[in-house]
């Protein structure tokens, strides 16, 4: 099979939110994704918009950028995209969230997109198809030469774990504490193709795998390929995907600016003639692990040799690494906004927080922990929301730029 990949320019960003539409009344899900995508707001030409996209389950709309040049003007095709849509989600008394998952809704209880690619992918999975109550950020990054792709999404899964602890946002399944900090993780890596990179040094290796898998009626096209990292062919990119999704644009901005800012550090190593150093794939399905049930208190490996650190000193230098790429890709500030992250707790330790310390209610206090949290634009103290919930005020201004 010959996969052409269709190299785009260097570092070049998009990027990729996957929103829950949220009742207002009950703070459970709608599955009221089509009453919003048929909307005039929603339609351009008689089209849905370019920035908007259908997704497996009703009670989902993804938000997309266009392929720009910088995390900021990802983040300004999203939020503008999001303000479009509010008039029509006010009427329809729904909110935009989102996190990995939500806190206390029933996979059970959702209804699937009608698509045929959507049905035969839960008549194939079954129970584990029925599941995927999953929402996630994706983030794919410009490569300019097709030589440079498979040594690409080698690299950063040797830094898959770190970037899923930072995003680590679904410790709650139908409204029970899984002990994880990424029970998404583990879910979407039940479908036969999702989960960890297989690691290719050839792109030769690569078209055999697809060839392979769509022979042997596994996939019907390579876009079914659904690898924490992955190659994109026809955008002529890599793709990250490892992350849960996060509850705001400052976050959604962070981990994208910490993908494009990994990809061209890697890149430049490439350009320098470098070898960079694969993780063996025990060690990043051992680290993908270690990430969703830990967060981040993770200890990861770092190399072949089996070295570890905890997850938070790790990220503390690639920070530190990534400053220089950071300025010349103008996401400095968006890059800097992980230290908040550190701050604060990722979003799973925040919803804890919440959960253990609300008086009553804790499942629909984390919900809204996530709305105000999205409408703020930003992470919050959870102990300072639980005490403005308390006392009955509005947690946050929608229009906050903080």
């Not at 950020?137 to 898959?160: C, T, W, Y």
């Not at 709650?172 to 040094?201: C, H, K």
């Not at 990809?263 to 990043?284: C, H, N, T």
């Not at 409408?375 to 403005?388: D, I, S």
């Amino acid at each position: 099979m010959h996969l052409t990949f269709s190299s785009s320019e260097r570092s070049t960003i998009g990027v990729e939110w996957e929103l829950q539409l949220i009742d207002k009344d009950s703070n459970d899900l709608r599955q009221a994704a089509n009453a919003i995508l048929d909307a005039p707001e929603a339609q351009v030409d008689g089209k849905l918009h370019p920035h908007i996209q259908r997704e497996m389950l009703l009670n989902t709309i993804e938000i997309t950028s266009g392929a720009r040049h910088t995390v900021g003007e990802c983040m300004r095709d999203i939020t503008e995209t999001i303000e479009l849509l509010r008039p029509v989600t006010d009427r329809l008394r729904i909110e935009l969230g989102s996190a990995g998952t939500h806190p206390f809704a029933s996979p059970a209880f959702q209804r699937v997109t009608d698509s045929e690619r959507y049905a035969e992918l839960v008549e194939r999975t079954q129970y584990w198809g029925r599941q995927m109550l999953l929402y996630g950020i994706h983030v794919h990054v410009g490569v300019e030469s097709r030589d440079k792709v498979l040594p690409l999404q080698s690299a950063l899964a040797s830094r898959l774990g770190h970037m899923q602890s930072l995003a680590a946002s679904s410790p709650f399944w139908s409204g029970r504490d899984t002990g994880y900090a990424s029970n998404r993780a583990m879910v979407f890596q039940q479908l036969p193709t999702a989960g960890i990179p297989q690691q290719f040094e050839q792109w030769d290796q690569l078209e055999k795998y697809a060839a392979d898998m769509i022979r042997t009626g596994i996939i019907d096209g390579f876009d079914e390929v659904r690898w924490d990292v992955r190659p994109s062919p026809k955008l002529g990119t890599v793709e990250n995907r490892v992350f849960d999704a996060a509850t705001n644009a400052t976050e959604v901005a962070a981990l994208a600016a910490l993908t494009h800012c990994l990809v061209e550090w890697y890149s430049r190593k490439l350009d320098a003639g470098e070898q960079i150093e694969p993780m063996p794939e025990w060690f990043v399905a051992e680290n993908k692990w270690r990430s969703a049930r830990y967060g981040m208190e993770a200890i990861l490996i770092l190399d072949a040799h089996g070295n570890e650190e905890l997850v938070t000193d790790t990220v503390v230098r690639m920070l530190n690494d990534l400053e220089p790429v950071a300025k010349d890709l103008k996401c400095a500030d968006e890059l800097a906004s992980i230290e908040k992250i550190l701050k604060l707790g990722a979003s799973y330790q925040r919803q804890r927080i919440v959960a253990e310390n609300a008086r009553h209610n804790s499942r629909e206090a984390v919900t809204e922990l996530l709305l105000a949290e999205m409408r703020a634009g930003r992470p919050l103290n959870p102990l300072e929301f639980l005490n403005t919930r308390s006392k009955g005020a509005p947690s946050t201004d929608r229009d906050s730029k903080k």
